[in-house]
């Protein structure tokens, strides 16, 4: 199965920005890399994928390593709204379909 | 528009009773996907509809679970004879088209405890 590897937690003061790293080493060629958040009590929320490409977005920028062995999810400047846990996912074809793996998460603190 | 949504919220059961946990995709949505998180866990991916194809249920962890699709729409994932370690958040999610090219939308979950 592809794993992903990220902190457990990390934290960061308001308006600065933050990069939250991802370690996915058996990454295959055709695993997309997508990034959710999880607000407490909420499903979680979509913020960003790519394959790739370095990737931006109105919410975020994935930074996408040349070997593809990791990524950064960038957020610009966070805010007190951005305290959730963010997942990093590979999502590998089976079969035609589409199956994600999802990590531990990192819960993103962020203190005013 | 309306997001995807899922009922009963909570659900609380006894050890052994059988449990329906229902969930509305979006109008459109081809793909659904069911999920389940324990306390402190990321998420696990359980089984996967697209379309009308036959669905992925090699995330089930045993024979007990089951999920049915009715009109490409509605889902309904039944848990038979249920134990404690089955208390969890269940979280269902839609979108377009495969996972990894689509973004996924996901309900706000169903939350089961096992007594």
């Known amino acids: 199965d592809a794993k992903t590897t990220q902190p457990n937690s990390m934290e960061s003061n308001e308006e600065e920005p933050v990069h939250l790293p991802c370690n996915h080493s058996t990454i295959s060629g055709t695993d997309y890399i997508h990034w959710y958040r999880q607000l407490p009590s909420q499903g979680p929320e979509y913020v960003i994928h790519?394959?790739?490409s370095n990737v931006n977005n109105r919410m975020a920028s994935l930074a996408i390593a040349e070997d593809r062995k990791s990524s950064t999810l960038i957020l610009h400047r966070a805010t007190l709204r951005d305290a959730a846990v963010y997942y990093c996912?590979?999502?590998?074809?089976?079969?035609?379909?589409?199956?994600?793996?999802f990590g531990r998460g990192t819960s993103l603190i962020v203190h005013p | 528009g309306a997001g995807v949504s899922q009922s009963p919220s909570n659900k609380v059961t006894e050890k052994g009773k059988d449990v329906e946990l229902r969930c509305d995709p979006i109008s459109g949505h081809t793909a659904l996907y069911w999920y389940r998180q324990s306390l402190g866990q990321g998420l696990e991916f359980l089984i996967y509809f697209q379309g009308n194809s036959a669905p992925d249920k090699s995330g089930l962890p045993s024979d007990r679970f089951s999920a049915e699709r009715t009109g490409g729409s509605v889902s309904t994932l039944t848990i038979q004879r249920t134990q404690q370690e089955d208390s969890a958040v269940y979280l269902c999610?839609?979108?377009?088209?495969?996972?990894?090219?689509?973004?996924?939308?996901f309900g706000p979950g169903t939350r089961l405890t096992v007594t």
């Open positions: 996912i590979l999502s590998r074809p089976s079969g035609g379909s589409y199956i994600p793996t």
């Open positions: 999610a839609s979108n377009t088209g495969p996972f990894g090219v689509y973004e996924q939308y």
């Open positions: 790519g394959l790739t």
